[in-house]
């Protein structure tokens, strides 16, 4: 069992995929491990550590690459490492597929077996694979970093002879893995914090972690599976509304409000950031997905007026040590249970909820139940016409073993700041 470990080529990623830990490990399994010169330097793994572990560092990753049964990445591969791969081999990595489905089609269209580690299914089994969740930590937390080091005050009170200086207060958009890391991290460093989220489950961790939950009460608005629905017109006024209100006496804004397989809801206008206090910062974590700021540029600082708007889509990359060790670990434990131990190789079981789940390309095709249409109803099978009009079909965002349900127990205490994602139990 082959396995390489190319650097990461696209821009901003500092990133890599196995650790000197996660490659002891992988070895005892029985593989052969090939690092590229350099992978991991910039998340302060180097060379010699990797070699210490066992791997094989390789200055040209180039006949790692073509001779591999297993290839590890962080990022989605460019079409230059689809070429250099070998039919058959098994890809790991973030594929961001709607975002970009034309390399998830040529990975595909190369043979390659790819499994998407942002689709691995939200059950308490794959609790330690969940890159989803491991990144969306780190980045919440280097989100309040990067607020605090773009805002000319403090965070915490001081009382001094020459006077005091007032606690920053810090609002919260979406109370998701990032935001309630987000949270965490604010009070840890002494602000004023408060948050919103329009699933109402989500005010019980916020109060947990010390801050106040801003709501507008809605009846129901979870979409399915713990994740948000996107909001009524009527609805979205009524946020506004309160944001519009909440806003105005803040000092630093995160928002990590996302609906899955839709565009960021809007949350954060113009209108709303002029009315905000000189040398305001507002990170918008939803930079990617189009922002919950109006203002928001990805990758870029706008500064509007005395407010900064920070749009970074690289905070997990920015914390590289971290979240490259957690990466790698969430990849080992994906991996270890398709090793058969007796041949020493991968044998997935193709019918486990976690493959099934994770799987996006086999065979030369996207199979993954959010990239392919579903097979057409039979017309017996169709519904009966309806005389109230229907609403328009959800996106397809995931298989059903991919949403996860929040159940509403086991909620951190308060004075411990641990971020513990509600999980679905794993079926039988
Ligand atoms: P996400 O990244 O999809 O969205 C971030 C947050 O934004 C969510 O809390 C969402 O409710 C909120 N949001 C959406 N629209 C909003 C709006 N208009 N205004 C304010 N907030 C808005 O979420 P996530 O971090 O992936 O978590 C989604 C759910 O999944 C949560 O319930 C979480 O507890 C759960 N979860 C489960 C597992 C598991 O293993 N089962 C793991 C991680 C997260």
Redesign the pocket.
Same mark, same amino acid.
């Given at each position: 069992m082959k396995i390489a470990v190319p650097k990461e080529r696209r821009p901003r990623e500092a990133r890599v995929a196995a650790s000197p830990e996660t490659v002891k490990k992988l070895a005892a399994l029985g593989a052969t491990v090939t690092v590229e010169a350099g992978a991991g330097t910039a998340a302060a793994m180097l060379d010699e550590a990797y070699k210490a572990a066992g791997a094989e560092i390789a200055a040209d990753i180039g006949p790692a690459l073509a001779a591999a049964d297993i290839i590890l990445k962080v990022q989605r591969p460019e079409a230059g490492e689809i070429a250099r791969m070998r039919e058959g081999a098994t890809l790991c990595c973030l594929m961001a597929p709607h975002a970009d489905r034309a390399t998830a089609e040529a990975a595909a269209a190369k043979g390659l077996t790819v499994f998407a580690m942002e689709f691995v299914p939200?059950?308490t089994r794959a609790?330690s694979m969940?890159a !989803?969740?491991s990144q969306?930590n780190l980045a919440g937390y280097r989100a309040v970093i990067e607020a605090a080091a773009h805002f000319a005050r403090a965070f915490p009170m001081f009382m001094t002879a020459a006077g005091t200086v007032q606690a920053a207060k810090c609002f919260v958009?979406?109370?998701?893995?990032?935001?309630l890391q987000a949270i965490a991290t604010a009070r840890r460093l002494g602000a004023i914090v408060s948050a919103?989220?329009?699933?109402k489950a989500?005010g019980e961790q916020v109060a947990s972690l010390g801050a106040k939950f801003v709501f507008i009460d809605l009846k129901d608005?979870e979409g399915g599976g713990?994740?948000?629905r996107a !909001?009524t017109p009527e609805e979205q006024a009524q946020?506004a509304a309160l944001v519009a209100q909440h806003v105005k006496n803040q000092d630093i804004v995160i928002t990590?409000? !996302?609906?899955?397989g839709r565009p960021a809801?809007r949350?954060i206008t113009k209108a709303m950031v002029e009315t905000m206090k000189p040398g305001s910062v507002i990170v918008d974590l939803a930079a990617e997905a189009g922002g919950n700021c109006e203002l928001t540029k990805a990758d870029e600082i706008v500064r509007h007026g005395n407010v900064s708007i920070l749009g970074f889509t690289d905070l997990a990359s920015r914390i590289a040590v971290d979240s490259s060790a957690l990466y790698a670990r969430n990849i080992l434990a994906f991996l270890t249970p398709l090793v058969d131990k007796e041949s020493k190789s991968l044998k997935p079981k193709w019918d486990d909820e976690i493959v099934r789940g994770t799987l996006l390309a086999k065979d030369g095709k996207l199979v993954h139940a959010s990239l392919v249409p579903a097979a057409p109803v039979p017309a017996a099978a169709a519904e009966p016409p309806s005389s109230t009009p229907t609403q328009a079909p959800e996106p397809a965002t995931a298989t059903p073993t991919e949403v996860?349900?929040?159940p509403s127990a086991s909620v951190p205490p308060a004075d411990d700041m641990t971020i513990v994602? !509600?999980?679905?139990p794993s079926s039988p």
């Open positions: 939200r059950i609790q969940d !989803l969740s969306a958009l979406g109370a998701g893995v990032a935001g919103t989220d329009v699933r989500a608005g713990g994740y948000a !909001l946020q990590t409000a !996302l609906i899955p809801p949350l996860p349900q929040r994602p !509600l999980r679905r």
